[in-house]
């Protein structure tokens, strides 16, 4: 997952990636237009640590990192002496793009220049690429002499808002820094000179949408708006779905802090049971989903407090938005517990991951996933919880309310064929 901007400053970029940090802690990039010449800056780690000096002219894009492909030592945007890129997704058959490329960025960006260096302009270029390309992309490509080509792949995998020449991977973004926004649709890719749209054209024959339902679950921020459907509120209602089909008997609903919030606020709505904070996180530490392993599991161990009023001698419903490794939540348990929490039962607002995500989510191995060949029963073992309940399918779909979302990571069933070799090629750039 990551989170990509353009805007006719790189200061306007800088602050846009800020907004957008929740998506990517890995590394983040600015590249703008200085005197005809394309300028990179950017590094490891946060917005502000990796990106340091910039001059305030532009256009400019920028992109923070999670890295599905190329390992964690990469950053986007890409650049050559012609065009940069950022983009948010994953390409599945990157190889067959470009057979010399080690990564999907990479790929895109060497066929473009390719294209350019044969004739085509930056629009027919990334058109002519972006169309052949099978996954999920939304991208951003600037040319020295500052023209823009934006796009959002025809599954429309991925989130993407604009207000012209402004764009952001969300609409939180946009209206943090006082726009107004609308979103790419899906299969769209457009051309921006001076400010404006010049050029705007479908990418290929249109194609049954596959809106990543886990970008409502967990990735975006809550006041985000994807496919027109508020992301809080489809979180409510997932959280009041699962009180319906996993009912508890409890004293207290109390969410995994911040993402199971809005789930906690539904589940409480729908039982009745009043809504308390008994879990207090650590701000400082990060979204440990979206870091690299290692990091991940030191960051887990010291993200959250327990306000011990709150849970002693009460049966503490415990709302999370996800499980994706099990990390956290037998630890958060014990904490419970050791705090005085009577009985412990854990109510996840999706439901269980059990699939790889190919579209640009990290969890690439069924072994890594806590949810793959076990039931509800094993896990409230696993992780010494009284019960343990997750939203179905139908409840994830009913909560959105869209119809066309992709869940493969649930249901094994992916939105197109993906075969054995692209698989194996994908793995062999993940965590390279
Ligand atoms: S597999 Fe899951 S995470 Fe990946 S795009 Fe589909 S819904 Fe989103």
């Not at 030191?298 to 993200?303: T, V």
């Not at 072994?367 to 896990?379: H, T």
């Amino acid at each position: 997952m990551c989170g990509i901007a353009a805007a006719p400053t790189a200061e306007e970029v800088f602050v846009l990636l800020e907004s957008l940090q929740h998506r990517g802690q890995e590394s983040a990039g600015i590249v703008w237009v200085e005197n005809g010449e394309l300028k990179f800056e950017g590094g490891m780690g946060l917005v502000k640590d990796a990106i340091k000096k910039f001059v305030s002219k532009g256009p400019a894009i920028g992109h923070v990192r999670y890295s599905t492909s190329g390992g964690y030592s990469r950053i986007q945007p890409v650049y050559n002496k012609r065009i940069a890129l950022a983009f948010n997704g994953n390409i599945i058959n990157f190889k067959s793009l470009e057979p010399s490329s080690t990564w999907d960025a990479e790929a895109l960006i060497t066929s473009i220049t390719n294209e350019i260096t044969k004739g085509y302009d930056l629009f027919e270029a990334s058109k002519k690429v972006l169309s052949k390309a099978k996954g999920s992309y939304s991208i951003v490509i600037l040319d020295r002499e500052g023209k823009l080509v934006v796009a959002r792949d025809p599954w429309g995998f991925r989130p993407l808002a604009s207000d012209i020449p402004y764009i952001a991977s969300e609409t939180a973004a946009l209206e943090d820094i006082g726009r107004r926004w609308t979103e790419v649709p899906e299969n769209k890719i457009m051309l921006i000179e001076e400010g404006s749209i010049t050029k705007e054209d479908t990418l290929t024959e249109p194609k049954t949408p596959a809106y990543c339902s886990f970008e409502y679950v967990y990735f975006e921020r809550p006041e985000s708006y994807f496919n027109g459907v508020n992301v809080h509120v489809s979180r409510v209602r997932m959280g009041e779905i699962l009180a319906k089909e996993k009912p508890a008997e409890g004293d207290v609903v109390i969410p995994v802090p911040d993402s199971g919030r809005s789930a906690a606020i539904g589940f409480s709505r729908a039982s009745g049971i009043p809504l308390d904070e008994g879990l207090v996180k650590n701000r400082y530490m990060g979204r440990s989903f979206i870091m690299p392993p290692g990091v991940r599991e030191k960051i887990a161990m010291r993200k959250d407090g327990v306000v011990r009023d709150v849970v002693e001698g009460r049966r503490v419903i415990v709302v999370d938005d996800s499980i994706i490794r099990g990390t956290t939540m037998k630890r958060i348990v014990k904490l419970l517990k050791d705090k005085g929490a009577k009985e412990v039962h854990i109510r996840i607002a999706s439901p269980p991951v059990r699939a790889p995500c190919y579209m640009g989510i990290d969890f690439p191995s069924k072994e890594e996933l806590i949810a793959f060949g076990r039931n509800e029963e094993q896990l409230a073992k696993l992780w010494g919880a009284e019960s343990v309940g997750y939203l179905s399918i139908k409840g994830l779909r009913e909560a959105i309310g869209l119809k066309h979302l992709c869940v493969a990571c649930f249901s094994d069933i992916y939105p197109f064929p993906i075969s054995e070799e692209e698989v194996k090629q994908m793995l062999s750039t993940h965590r390279a």
